[in-house]
């Protein structure tokens, strides 16, 4: 099993919905909207060995990779509460929980 707590942190630039669709479209496995603003996103394949946590605060418009692993089985789900609480869960018994 494999945890870590939210939020960290790879990249601090938006990723536009086309970008964030063409390029990370491959091995997007879950998106999630707590409300009509705020989601999160998990991507990666068991052969890829590569996931990351996306979030959005406009709608999906921009995306912000929040965390990454390289060499790491990909992430197959993700749900937050409406305080915030979050869990997204993977390959290989992945699950992260962010610490609210």
Do not use: C, Q
């Not at 605060?57 to 915030?84: C, D, Q």
């Amino acid at each position: 099993m494999d945890s870590t707590n939210l939020p960290l942190s790879k990249k601090t630039e938006p990723i536009h919905k086309e970008n964030f669709t063409t390029y990370y479209g491959i091995g997007i496995r879950s998106i999630f909207f707590k409300d009509p603003n705020n989601g999160y996103a998990v991507n990666g394949t068991w052969e890829s060995y590569n996931r990351s946590i996306f979030t959005t605060t406009n709608g999906g418009i921009t995306w912000i990779e929040k965390h990454y692993e390289s060499e790491s089985p990909g992430l197959l789900s993700v749900y937050v509460n409406s305080i915030g609480k979050g869990w997204a869960v993977g390959f290989a018994g992945a699950i992260f929980i962010t610490g609210r």
